[in-house]
């Protein structure tokens, strides 16, 4: 271009950049709702009492779908999974069907800001369906119906000074009708005891909730758990692995609320550490089910939004008579 075309058309150039930036914002896109699950490829790997069975990578909405870090099973054969943006996935399991999934918000407030819709947990009444919402930031948990409509939201005094972005990771409704919520951050830098409120009942209903301490596996982060039998549970752990290139570690371990020690500590019981067992990412998201021909866990992956990482969804078969390991 000679020198003078070019003068000329950085001055056009300059000349309308007023106007575009003082343009206001297009609107937003509508959300892309549906969710397509298509099957991977896996090995079927035991660790502990879990073998990988399945496994299915989730695309959605390509600006939009991500961040999950809550699962739970709820009645009728359907998941529901939450994000850390404040949206829902509910979708059917892909290993009785290949219908797809419906993404959404949970609560209509789009346009809110991260640190009052970081969704971290979620916990179900398989009997009624009625849902329990675990958020950071706000730290409190919000009471949903049975057709997901936001209901009472509570914020115990017990979880005030958890941490801002490390909070209430984990919220299960244990089988005996208590419920427990985990902070993610240990109470020491780089310790392995972790605060948590045991609810006798319904978290929003009760007022006198007990403060316990659980000892989880060192280096180890809670990142969800599920209900497993009685007091017990099992949590699923994170893990940052610096290698090249950085990922996570995955693992299970199991906790019975009613079995402290003579310290009154939750000591928790590694059942398997996955390593390269099952595809590696960010799980954060455990559920389970009881089927016909057995137990069986669920695991949802965080991508965290990034192209590297991808939402995958893994099916574990589970026998708890199985030797944990050692």
């Known amino acids: ?64 779908f991500g961040g999950f870090s809550a699962l739970v099973a709820l009645p009728g054969g359907r998941f529901l999974a939450g994000t850390d943006t404040g949206r829902r996935l509910e979708f059917d399991r ?15 407030n789009e346009t809110a800001y991260k640190n009052g819709r970081d969704l971290e947990s979620l916990a179900v009444d398989p009997g009624s369906g009625i849902v329990w919402a675990g958020y950071e930031y706000r730290n409190s948990i919000v009471r949903l119906d049975a057709a997901l409509r936001p209901g009472e939201e509570v914020f115990p005094a017990l979880m005030a000074d958890w941490s801002a972005n490390s909070g209430i990771e984990s919220l299960v409704r244990l089988s005996d009708g208590r419920f427990l919520a985990i902070e993610e951050r240990p109470r020491r830098w780089r310790g392995s005891r972790h605060m948590a409120v045991l609810f006798a009942a319904d978290p929003v209903e009760d007022s006198e909730p007990q403060s316990v301490v659980i000892d989880l596996p060192a280096g180890y982060r809670p990142v969800d758990a599920t209900p497993a039998g009685e007091g017990r549970a099992l949590v699923l752990l994170r893990r940052l692995d610096w290698g090249v290139p950085p990922g996570f570690d995955t693992a299970i371990a199991e906790v019975d609320v009613d079995s402290p020690n003579a310290d009154g500590i939750v000591a928790a019981r590694m059942l398997a550490e996955f390593g390269a067992a099952i595809p590696r990412d960010n799980y954060e998201g455990l559920a389970v089910t009881e089927d016909a021909d057995g137990m069986h866990l669920w695991l949802i992956s965080d991508d965290n939004f990034m192209s590297f990482q991808r939402t995958l969804l893994l099916k574990l078969r589970w026998q708890p008579r199985e030797k944990a390991r050692e």
């Not at 914002?25 to 073998?51: C, D, H, K, W, Y």
Request: aromatic content about 6%; overall charge positive; charged content about 25%.
């Open 1 to 64: 271009m000679r020198p003078k075309r070019l003068l000329l058309a950085t001055a056009l150039v300059c000349a309308l950049a007023p106007g575009t930036w003082l343009r206001p914002p297009p609107p937003p896109r509508a959300l892309q709702a549906e969710v397509r699950l298509t099957p991977i490829e896996t090995r079927r790997v035991s660790r502990g009492p879990f073998t990988l069975v399945e496994g299915w990578e989730l695309s959605g909405d390509p600006l939009r």
């Open 94 to 108: 892909p290993d009785h069907g290949r219908r797809p999934g419906v993404f959404g918000p949970f609560e209509s």
